[in-house]
């Protein structure tokens, strides 16, 4: 049976069922919305460990060698004008919240300036003051999952600073309440673009269709194929761990093409209820037309989403399991919940009569056929002028740069995290969240061998402490290194012998100063952690540069430093992003290529639309080069500087969604096409027919999709703002200079080649 007969008999079956199709399908919907409730606190905003790279395994080893009493740290920040920390209110404060932490099931450890000689978790003035929390679990994600508890533990004793002193104020900050920030926010932005985008959205439905049930469906069935999968997606991320931003990418994505896909099929069945043909024989024409091609269009979708599954970062990753699951979820609703409802409204798709009146001036059709026989007539020329068009829009790729400022895609509100951020620079620590942790070990294969070395190996031995001393000294004349701690930094200005004395029995030197040696010395004494804390004036770019030198300095005599913390975690996940590039490329390339080739039976259409579909992403690509990297236009996104450059799982992001939306259009177009081209065997007038018969319906599913993606855009979350920003202009230049005539274009000055082996051409 082909794909059309087998869509045409499931059309006549849902036509027969309607009603029990309907009704399971809304309830499948409310279902899955009912689960996604909530299904921000399932994801994770941290990035996960790579597996395998140096930062993941200095997390490893941290975590099974070390007895660290601050694994994931998190620091509570406390400022006040009047009071400070010498004043009852003020120590009354410090002492209940440091209570409320210990009593916390998730701190291991708490370390408060009321109890403490170190002068550093107080500022100069005494106004502000910190407090170190050490959590009893051991990864990033765990910690960002923790935030709240800390956070809500805190609460009431630290709310007594605020009686004594009204402009007090506290924070908790670090890693892991970044992360969770950037969760929660980035769900609130969600909600309110998608508030932003549907009203206009029904506007533009409301032209295209010229009637106001026609304009509601493809807006109901978008809806409902995000809340679907938003179940899916909460139950993939019980089991998986899934980023946030698979939250804002399927929402986009579901409304996306769960309009568009409604919009092709409601345009087909109307078509033919213009004809005369009755509500059944409609429905099937539309499913074994538009319904092949949204099946095949999902498809390829699919694939090209599919690549990122594969990708080393936890992002992409999750945008490839999210966006697999909306597409899979809208192609289902398209061809099974859209059908039912078509047939159970018949010819009342056009209701109510007013509005269908008012709209319906224009014959859009023969506007269109005009526009399609011009296009073939000016083949050659206006092929080379499209060919030109986008080659200068993909003109600024020449100055991409994939290393970025991540500072600068923080959002532009205020997050507690910043707050905290800002009381930690009070105490010229503001960097101390994120130190870059060096795991020195005597042997090269310690760190990936536990207990692999002879128990009298230890790092402590004379030549050993040497090398040690000489790496502590080194980091301390960087300039870009506020503070150095080690097991040769315990305090400041011992002179080395004395760590030589130390270190001459280092188990009793542990029982000495237990606090310290968990910190920095592992259980068998092979290795050390020196932690290493940047200056208050450097960025996070500028750490992970600090990390990167640290990387690729030369290894101590006898030693081997293996560099880990966050900012060497995110040169990891750029490093593998970029490495998986040229795979996950060729892999969407080859599948989407081969996918076409099967379903046209054809070489040179899979070949013309895989490099039309490249040059779109690379006008998309160009305009975040322009807006982004150069900065310009960044009033228009709010943006206080430009990125200098743009992360590379953005770019792969970009390119595997367009890649296989740019197909949605060519599998419409070139369906239609191919199908007057069997009824005719003609080449040029089957173009002229197929461009004819869906420009229309093509350039209003851009606009609407374009429209979706702009409103994500105008989010705080820069990320999120690229990938909107990136997917809308990609869009509008495939469904226009693309496909209404660039490849209409070439489909007519390839003639009957376009269908080879498929179909011989004619002498």
Not at 112 to 139: E, F, W
Not at 183 to 196: F, K, L
Not at 355 to 368: K, N, Q
Request: with cysteine; proline share 5%.
């Amino acid at each position: 049976m082909t794909p059309a007969a087998a869509f045409d008999a499931l059309a006549r079956a849902i036509f027969r069922q309607r009603w029990p199709v309907l009704v399971g399908c809304v309830a499948i919907a409310l279902l899955g919305a009912w689960a996604g409730l909530g299904v921000e606190r399932k994801l994770y905003g941290s990035t996960a460990e790579i597996a395998g790279a140096p930062s993941q395994r200095v997390a490893e080893a941290l975590r099974s060698e070390f007895q660290a009493p601050f694994g994931p740290l998190m620091v509570v920040t406390f400022q006040a004008k009047k009071l400070t920390v010498d004043d009852p209110g003020f120590r009354r404060a410090l002492d209940a919240t440091a209570q409320a932490l210990r009593e916390s099931t998730v701190v291991k450890r708490v370390v408060s300036p009321a109890g403490s000689r170190d002068r550093r978790l107080r500022s100069a003035d005494g106004h502000t003051a910190a407090i170190l929390v050490g959590l009893a679990s051991p990864s990033a994600q765990e910690a960002e999952r923790a935030t709240p508890a800390i956070r809500a533990a805190i609460r009431a004793p630290a709310e007594t600073l605020k009686q004594a002193d009204p402009t007090a104020s506290y924070a908790v900050t670090g890693a892991g309440p970044l992360a969770y920030d950037l969760a929660r926010y980035g769900a609130e932005d969600g909600a309110r673009a998608e508030g932003r985008v549907l009203p206009v959205t029904l506007g533009i439905l409301l032209l295209a269709f010229g009637a106001l049930t026609a304009a509601a469906i493809p807006l109901v069935m978008g809806v409902l194929a995000t809340a679907a999968a938003m179940g899916l997606i909460a139950l993939v991320a019980s089991h998986w761990p899934l980023a946030i931003v698979v939250q804002n990418v399927a929402t986009m994505l579901g409304l996306a093409v769960g309009i568009d896909y409604a919009l092709l099929v409601i345009g087909r069945f109307r078509e033919a209820l213009g004809r005369g043909a009755g509500t059944e024989d409609a429905l099937a024409e539309s499913m074994r037309t538009a319904g092949v091609a949204v099946a095949g269009s999902g498809l390829t979708v699919m694939i090209g989403l599919a690549g990122l599954i594969f990708t080393p970062s936890l992002n992409t990753r999750s945008i490839g399991v999210g966006g697999a699951l909306v597409l899979a979820a809208g192609v289902l609703m398209a061809l099974t919940l859209l059908p039912a409802l078509l047939a159970i409204l018949g010819p009342s798709i056009d209701a109510p009569a007013l509005i269908r009146l008012r709209l319906r001036g224009l014959d859009a059709g023969r506007r269109w056929g005009g526009w399609a026989g011009w296009v073939c007539q000016h083949a050659k020329p206006l092929a080379a002028a499209g060919l030109l068009l986008l080659a200068l829009a993909a003109a600024p790729i020449a100055t991409l740069r994939t290393d970025y400022g991540a500072s600068s895609l923080l959002p532009r509100y205020e997050l507690e995290f910043q707050r905290g951020l800002d009381m930690l620079a009070s105490l010229g620590r503001k960097n101390a969240y994120a130190p870059i942790d060096l795991l020195v070990t005597a042997d090269t294969g310690a760190i990936l061998q536990p207990g692999s070395l002879d128990a009298q190996a230890t790092l402590y031995t004379p030549g050993n402490l040497d090398g040690l001393l000489a790496l502590s000294r080194r980091l301390r004349e960087d300039p870009r290194v506020l503070e150095v701690l080690s097991p040769v930094d315990l305090r400041p200005g011992l002179p080395a012998d004395h760590y030589r004395r130390l270190y001459r029995h280092w188990r009793g030197a542990r029982r000495l100063a237990p606090d310290r040696f968990d910190a920095f010395v592992s259980r068998d004494g092979k290795r050390a952690l020196v932690q290493v804390i940047a200056v208050d004036d450097l960025r996070f770019e500028a750490i992970q540069v600090l990390a990167r030198d640290l990387a690729e300095a030369p290894q101590p005599a006898g030693l081997q430093v293996v560099v880990g913390g966050q900012a060497a975690l995110y040169n990891d996940t750029h490093q593998a992003v970029v490495a998986s590039a040229p795979g996950l490329f060729a892999f969407v390339i080859g599948a989407t290529f081969l996918t076409l080739a099967l379903i046209y039976r054809s070489l040179l259409v899979p070949l013309k639309a895989t490099l039309l579909n490249l040059l779109s992403v690379g006008a998309g690509v160009g305009a975040l080069v322009v807006l982004f990297q150069w900065g310009w236009g960044m009033g228009l996104l709010g943006l206080q500087e430009p990125t200098g450059g743009l992360p590379p799982a953005i770019l792969a992001t970009i390119f595997c969604i367009v890649f296989g939306l740019s197909m949605d259009y060519e599998v419409f177009l070139i369906s239609r096409i191919k199908e007057a081209y069997d009824a005719t065997g003609d080449n040029a007038l089957a173009t002229e027919e197929g461009l004819a018969a869906t420009g229309g319906v093509i350039t209003a599913a851009a606009l609407i999709m374009a429209t979706v993606f702009a409103g994500f855009a105008g989010m705080k979350l820069v990320m999120v703002q690229m990938l909107g920003v990136g997917l809308a202009v990609a869009v509008l230049v495939d469904a226009t200079v693309v496909r209404v005539l660039l490849a209409p274009a070439l489909m007519r000055l390839a003639g009957d080649w376009n269908w080879w082996p498929g179909h011989r051409p004619r002498p």
